[in-house]
């Protein structure tokens, strides 16, 4: 049987604010630990003894006292004058209540390649530090002058053999320069004094400036970050996992938010390698839900809201076919799709609808094991849902999601029960105020759902699918919109039965951004639906009145010479607005609607073992979208 649960800190450098807003977020998101970054102490208006209480009346451990620079084989007077600092942070170590101190390797350019010094300079340092009752951790830095690799920094340590100087790892420092995990094998778990943790995307620039402004949570980057806890966790180490974050995105974010994350992304990450087949430790929480599917999109609206919503609904080739028994709710369908318009006059959806107007409020998921769903949600810290269930009402378990909105959990094979329990009531004629059916456009499916959201919440709700939910990402995409830049990235489930994708700008002019302003917050802004002939579906969205989102002639004469396509696929594709896009012999075909109110776009596409999203196609459908001006009125 392996260990369980993970010690978890994080470095106070991670987190905006003043320290004492800091260690606040710390304790509020469950963490038992802080790292004290230097700086923040020295800003702090108290004494290190004021900290020390702060951090006990919160319940937190003080872990380590950071930084610490230049001080191994450095020639005199530079010696002598850095372990005279050193004595001082002893000082202020002593009244802080920290019980470590991070050494980092040298980077001054005075330093000497000398390692009998550096092994002498250790010994020393290790008395002294012996001599207060503390210790210090060395950590190779990945810009260290001389010992840029945890090898050399270990093979230090080994032979320096001293109680009080250990090794600190930091995941930044070694996978950055790709070092091989495998190597970890050979540190004693006695001698490593703590762990610190950080992901980061795949870049090709300065080590220092890649460490210094994108280093990111856990599973947000694109380190090997399962493989490298492992071998630590083989060590037999079980001490302090301890994020240190150094992002610009961060810290222009709110530090409870950014704690939050960070703790679910240490406990998510300890929980990935408790999976594997030979892990060392064991799962503490359930595994990664398995959502298979959207069973439906719920819309807020108001009554005139709704009867606009339905115009469209019907537009699309969706029929009215049954109302809650005993709310202002409609479900409509069309082939495996459920749309369901809730006008309730009280209720969640109703606060959402005055929040937000009409709009998306609510996905349901069709999972594998809605208990377990709740508790691996509950263990992530992510807010469960619940209100007032009337007479006769299933209570359809739910989570908080992006903007607000709620993802209700539905067990997979209670679809049928749960429609025919709560929608007993059939509609066979159209609802009051609202046009006669149009005719079926052959949409099977939800595709895929676009959220959007601001720039500074784009990797936040990234995290909140990937550690929550059974899925993967895409790789980041930069889509140039006609005011700026959006950042765009996919999660999807293992079938690829839900694809979610997630939209941010920090521009303030680009539709994204602006879609988060008119909206009054994150949320989707555009729903893709499935069908097999989109030729067939654009002529009867026609028929049905639809209006479609005019796609610029120029367009067409380039993806004919781009693709080398047949001019009759040609004048196709412009006399129906249809966007396309090929990868290999795949292919995709997508169509779009016009706005409703402003804020959510329809959008049918046809995949021919196509994979991606169209994303060379989201310049010109952000362009053609920006020029549209929908009535106000």
Known sequence: MGRGAMLCSIATVSLSGTLEQKLAAVAAAGFAGVEIFETDLITYPGRPRDVAAIAADLGLAITLFQPFRDLEAMPEPQRARAFDRMERKFDVMAELGAPLLLLCSNCSPLALP???????????????????????????????????????????????????????????????????????????????????????????????????????????????????????????????????IFNDRFRAGSASGVAQDGHRALLAMHDAVARR??????????????????????????????????????????????????????????????????????????????????????????????????????ALGVPRFEQAVGPDELDIAGVRGVGGSLLHFIADGAEAAVWAHEFPQPISQPAAGQSAQGQSLGLTAIDHVAQTMTHEEFLSWQLFYLTLFAMTKTPQLDIADTLGLVHSQAVESAGKGIRITLNGSQSGQTLSSRFVQHYFGAGVQHVAFACPDIFAAATAAVANGLDLLPIPPNYYDDIEARFGLEPALVDALRAHNILYDRDGEAEY???????????????????????????????VRLAAQARFKPPTS
């Open 277 to 378: 087949p030979r892990s060392p430790v064991t799962p503490t929480m359930p595994p990664p839900v398995a959502a298979e599917r959207i069973a439906f999109i719920e819309f807020a609206a108001s009554h005139a809201e709704a009867a606009a919503l339905g115009t469209m609904l019907a537009a699309l080739g969706f029929a009215p076919t049954s109302r809650h028994r005993r709310k202002d709710v409609v479900r409509w369908t069309q082939g495996g799709i459920n749309i369901v318009v809730n006008s309730e006059p009280e209720g969640f959806a109703h606060s959402f609808d005055v929040m937000h107007g009409a709009s998306v409020c609510a996905l349901g998921l069709v999972v594998a094991d809605v208990p377990a769903a709740l508790a691996r949600a509950q």
């Open 589 to 619: 075909f997508q169509l779009y609607s016009r706005a409703f109110a402003r804020r959510v776009f329809f959008e049918i596409v046809e995949r021919r073992a196509y994979q991606g999203y169209g994303a060379a196609n989201a310049v």
């Open 114 to 244: 000398d390692r009998p010094r550096m092994i002498a300079d250790l010994h020393e340092l290790g008395d002294r530090a012996a001599a207060r009752g503390l210790k210090v951790g060395y950590e190779a830095l990945a810009w260290g002058r001389h010992v840029h690799d945890h090898r050399e920094a270990w093979a230090l340590v080994r032979d320096t053999d001293h109680p009080a100087i250990g090794l600190i790892l930091d995941s930044f420092h070694s996978l950055s320069r790709a070092i091989p995990s495998s190597s970890i094998g050979d540190i004693r778990p006695e001698k490593l004094f703590l762990v610190q943790v950080a992901d980061a995307p795949r870049l090709d620039m300065d080590l220092l400036q890649w460490s210094r402004h994108f280093r990111c949570m856990p599973g947000q980057g694109d380190f090997a970050l399962a493989d490298w806890a492992e071998a630590i966790l083989r060590t037999g180490y079980d001490g302090w996992w301890s994020l240190e």
